[in-house]
């Protein structure tokens, strides 16, 4: 069980691969530029089953979506603390 | 009278580019010079109007948008990069006259100018 | 917990000095124990010299606050001589280390949290 | 002995990451600590011999190579990215012992690491 | 008539942006990461007819390769310069 | 012929302080006239307290001795105060401008070089 933060946009080759990496279990998190792919439906296919997805809504926002136009949950600073806490492995 | 475009492709949440290229498309007044702005790539959130830097402490696009009205520099915005970004045409400020460019024009529209400087 | 976060690009160009402010922030208010490990460009964040504009933020100021809360701030003494950063133009609280003590904070934190260049 | 895994993904002649995430995993045998290297994407560019960025003033790989040496840090390289960029398996030095980790073994094996840093 | 110099590699988008931005009678430079493109097949399909495609030599052979796997011909500096002295329009 | 190279991007980090500084030679070479422009984190290049490591390059330095060949060097002013880069910290030569001086070098300049960010 891993927390994977990821932070750079679709735009950019490795956050695809970032996605990859994660495995059942897992927790992904997407933060900065990294939050446009909770609005690109093409994410769903590279994120496998049982893979937790959520989205800081800050930095959501900040680039004018509203909570609902995300494809996957969001969660501020204090959930990203919380995420933090039950993962001892972080890949980011 | 020289034909300058601006062109900024990274996202105006995330860095200081779209703040950066339109302060310089600015100064381009200065001189005999005509500058336009491109917004493309994840550039293109800059245009919605809910988006909103400032929330995240960072710097606020606000000053460089009150020049762009005040001077009328031209904007355009790529078709494509906008719909893959859900950004819808009734989210961008009108008082900018923005012209929407498809990715089939963008190859003649950019050679439309003399200089092309991307950020 | 011990919580730890590494920065790697330079401020306001990019938003990772923010992103690591507002993190600490909401670990603090948690009550847990927050160090920061200024690599590479990100140790121009803690340059006294920095003279953002009025309108903007001043994040060595907000460097400096944090450390006052007691988030201990670590700058990479090698990647500091490569931006022309000492102990002459940094504000109060973070200190020069490098690293070993990159080392020891992944070997002794509980987390370790990297935001990637 | 916890595990931790340098991870580069940016080229090493246009960019600082790959000799400063293996002069980050060095300093790990200060503790109890177990680096290894990752390459990936462009960073793949590092393990070809024939790669010098000192050609174009920039800093050698030497010095950094001579210590992986040294050390006997584990190198992993991912085989799509080598196969993409047209490095074969005899451009790489014989003396890291480098193991090619497929894409498929990706995930899992990132997570046989107690941490994995991104450079 | 332009020039367009391309630094960036086939990892970012933009740079496949920017050989598409090329017409007929312009040339294409790949630098820096962008001599990457020059030995990736797949850039042979985003370039348009009569656009003269050229790789500074120096940033291809600093990363391993030599000129004879550089699917476009080499220029050095000094020809960078001359590329830049022909066309008064440059895109970059 | 008077050619203008921009730059955005911080020194060492990436490789574009090394690509304008070879290209500026050959462009002296062949008799052109050369301005730098230095702009966002590329205005830490003529920053004179950067002391790299002996086994590598001294970027500030070389750009003091493109300056000394006849090379204008441009920095931006505002960009300069927000990374602490002042007259106080600057090699010989270059001098503080702004994006008026940008203009003027577009207008009145045969060729301008960008290297964006």
Redesign the interface.
Known sequence: MALIIIKKSPTENISKRMIEMAIEGDTILFVQDGVLHAIDETTKDLIKNAVSVFVLKEDLEARGYSEDMSLFPCVNYDGWIELIEKNEKIIS | M?K?LFVV?????????VN?AL??A????????EPAILF???AV?AV??????E??????LS?SFKYLERYGTPVYILKEDLE????KEE?IEPAWKAKIIT?EE???F??S??????? | MHIVIQLNVPPYTYEDLDTAIHLAEAALRKGHKVSIFLFADSVLSVNSKVKPMRVDRNIPQRMQELSEKGVEIHICGLCAEYRGISSDNTVQGPKFSGVPEMASLIFNADRYVNLMP
């Open positions: 020289k300058v492709y990274q996202s105006p949440a995330g860095s200081i580019w950066e302060r310089s600015f100064g381009m007044y200065g001189e005999d010079l493309m790539e994840d959130i919605n109007k809910n988006t909103h830097p929330s995240l402490g960072c710097l606020s000053m893959k970004r859900k950004i989210d990715k963008l190859s003649s950019v050679h100018f003399d200089k092309v400087i991307i950020f």
